[in-house]
């Protein structure tokens, strides 16, 4: 079955420094989503992208939907205590039905004051 | 934000007991589903709806049951729980719209069997 997954399983940096956080499908995807996770949460909604090569900016996140549509990337710029929690990619397959999305398999931030 | 609910938020029960957990939101939407989640670990999908009287399985096998009777009500149940079950239960509802297939996720319920 299709698979989603994200590197790194973790990542602890120290706050100021940036983070970094990949998704690649085993197949192409219709549309990628993010979420974000704090502790003891529930996800909560980023962002989708549709096209290839697409990139959004919010403030200091930067998404990228690769130009095969199959791997993304979510970019944290100067990374603060308020970042932590697990970001989780999340894929829409082609020729399956609509929003069955494929959660990846999550990044844990943990930022260091 | 979002205007989906879940109780109970924590249920601890003994094995052998029916539990159903309720889900409801007043957003309208057509969509809802039910994901199960293990500490630290990706969502997987085990019952979805596209509306009333629709109910289809997900991709993780389930021994759960769900009903979609009316459009704001997704309760899932288990007739029988055991001590596998013992998981986080999120729900969640998206748009009809294709354009925006945005999830928004309910406060979850931690479910412990003993």
């Known amino acids: 079955g299709q698979q989603v997954m994200q590197i790194p399983q973790y990542q602890h940096v120290q706050e100021g420094e940036d983070f970094t956080t990949y998704c690649n499908s085993s197949t192409t995807l219709s549309n990628i989503q993010w979420y974000k996770q704090r502790p003891g949460g529930h996800p909560v909604f980023l962002i989708q992208l549709v096209k290839s090569g697409e990139v959004k900016k919010q403030k200091r996140l930067t998404f990228q939907f690769g130009e095969a549509k199959k791997n993304s990337s979510l970019h944290i710029t100067a990374t603060q205590t308020t970042d932590v929690g697990t970001y989780f990619c999340?894929?829409?397959?082609?020729?399956?039905?609509?929003?069955?999305?494929?959660f990846g398999t999550g990044t844990l931030l943990a930022v260091q004051p | 934000e979002a205007d989906i609910y879940q109780t109970p938020r924590y249920l601890v029960i003994g094995t052998g007991k029916k539990i159903t957990l309720e889900c409801s939101q007043t957003?309208?939407?057509?969509?809802m589903y039910w994901y199960q989640q293990d500490p630290g670990m990706e969502l997987h999908l085990i019952h979805y709806?596209?509306?009333?009287?629709?109910?289809e399985k997900g991709d993780l096998s389930s021994e759960s049951t769900v009903s979609r009777i009316r459009t704001e009500h997704f309760p899932l149940t288990l007739e029988s729980a055991r001590p596998s079950h013992t998981s986080q239960y999120l729900c969640?509802?998206?748009?009809?719209?294709?354009?925006?297939?945005?999830?928004?996720f309910g406060s979850g319920t931690q479910l412990s069997v003993l």
């Open positions: 957003m309208g939407h057509d969509k």
């Open positions: 969640a509802s998206s748009e009809t719209n294709r354009q925006n297939e945005k999830l928004f």
């Open positions: 709806s596209y509306g009333v009287n629709s109910t």
């Open positions: 999340a894929g829409g397959p082609y020729g399956g039905a609509t929003n069955k999305l494929i």
